[in-house]
């Protein structure tokens, strides 16, 4: 998933965030796909704090991009908060949403009955007083 979130930059006590296009799996200042803008939390102009290519955060909320919390907050200040039309655009149908409830139950069942199997074919651990106890009656 395409998320839009922040990358920080600046140094020690002076914070300065890149608000940029992210593939999801990628770390909080890794590598971006685009730049959109920045958010300087230290600027004393609030107009100067936050500055984004509009059309270009449009684009990429068109195409199913997901913004972080705080983009979410960065750009509803900024008056570029994704529209209604977007955000249906984003939505699964009921179809989709059963399979993926049944995708969810699958794997829950799949990873219980992989730690059944692993419980069971592992002998039980023993305790330190149940370890004496052996030690003692094979004397």
């Known amino acids: 998933m395409v998320r839009i979130r922040c990358k920080r930059l600046g ?9 940029d296009v992210f593939d999801g799996r990628t770390r909080r200042d890794g590598r971006s796909i685009e730049s959109l803008g920045f958010y300087d939390p ?20 068109s ?10 907050s960065l750009l509803d200040r900024q008056n ?11 939505k699964r149908t009921p179809e989709e949403e059963k399979a993926r409830q049944l995708a969810r139950e699958e794997k829950r069942s799949l990873i219980t009955a992989q730690k059944a199997r692993a419980e069971a074919a592992s ?11 052996a030690k003692k009656a094979g004397r």
């Open 11 to 19: 140094r020690r006590n002076r914070p300065f965030y890149r608000i």
């Open 42 to 61: 230290l600027a004393k102009d609030e107009a100067a704090q936050v500055q984004v290519k509009a059309d270009r955060v449009a684009y990429w909320l």
């Open 63 to 72: 195409v199913g991009a997901q913004p972080s919390p705080t983009v979410r």
């Open 80 to 90: 570029v908060a994704p529209t209604k039309k977007v955000a249906e655009a984003v």
């Open 123 to 133: 002998p039980r651990k023993l305790s330190k007083k149940e370890q004496r106890e």
